[in-house]
């Protein structure tokens, strides 16, 4: 079992930046790949970024490319996304979310779930 927790979030303007991290406890974080994912109002979950357990390999969602980076320092149990250049359209719960096996974009291969944090982007 992993549970996790995220902050971060906030109200930022359009072009700013934010730094989400999602702290880890229980079973050992770095034999996780973890992900990132996002849910607008009204709209499905979906993938934002991902990481290897080592965090050699990372993964990103098109919407998302040359704007956020993904990445985890498992000595800290901890995973981050900087999002930078942010867009309206970034408005969304941000989700982090790990998985025992190797990435998925499919918010339903993800084992465990933090509870949210919110990111909202102001024109």
């Known amino acids: 079992q992993v549970q996790l927790v995220e902050s971060g979030g906030g109200l930022v303007q359009a072009g700013g930046s934010l730094r989400l991290s999602c702290a880890a406890s229980g079973r050992t974080f770095s034999s996780y790949t973890m992900g990132w994912f996002r849910q607008a109002p009204g709209k499905e979950r979906e993938f934002v970024a991902a990481?290897?357990?080592?965090?050699?390999?990372?993964y990103y969602a098109d919407s998302v490319k040359g704007r956020f980076t993904i990445s985890r320092d498992n000595a800290k149990n901890t995973l981050y996304l900087q999002m930078n250049s942010m867009k309206p359209e970034d408005t969304a719960v941000y989700f982090c979310a790990a998985r025992g096996s190797r990435y998925s974009t499919l918010y339903g291969q993800y084992d465990y779930w933090g509870q949210g944090t919110q990111v909202t982007v102001s024109s």
């Open positions: 990481i290897s357990w080592i965090g050699s390999t990372t």
